[in-house]
Nanobody, 127 residues
Framework: QVPLVESGGGLVQAGGSLRLSCAAS????????MGWFRQAPGKEREFVGA????????NYADSVKGRFTISRDNAKNTVYLQMNSLNPEDTAVYYC????????????????????WGQGTQVTVSS
């Protein structure tokens, strides 16, 4: 398994939108939940949201609930993070990670339960 590759970040004004992508390799992509995390300067990496392998289950951090949506296309081995109504507090490097455990029933928000981190993609929201 190779690291994941995030893309789609950029500079956006408050209230704007961005869609991030996370590309994976391997034939068992659909067996694993995927998580999005973010890390602002001087802060720890924090959970944003996760999606199950089938895409049928999702959960989100309270700070992004109602504004961010996670989806996945298993045929393309890609997971997405649609971010709407962005505010300056959303400024961070965004990372995706793959669940260490296949076919997990209950999605986890624990950082240590994810791996194969990519290089991240910078999202900057100006006020």
């Amino acid at each position: 398994q190779v690291p994941l590759v995030e893309s789609g970040g950029g500079l956006v004004q408050a209230g704007g939108s961005l869609r991030l992508s996370c590309a994976a390799s391997g034939r068992t992509f659909s067996s694993y939940a995927m998580g999005w995390f973010r890390q602002a300067p001087g802060k720890e990496r924090e959970f944003v949201g996760a999606i199950s392998g089938s895409g049928g289950s999702r959960n989100y951090a309270d700070s992004v609930k109602g504004r961010f949506t996670i989806s996945r296309d298993n045929a393309k081995n890609t997971v997405y993070l649609q971010m709407n109504s962005l505010n300056p507090e959303d400024t961070a490097v965004y990372y995706c990670g793959a669940d260490r455990r296949p076919l997990r029933v209950v999605l986890t928000s624990t950082l240590a339960e994810y791996h194969y981190w990519g290089q991240g993609t910078q999202v900057t929201v100006s006020s």
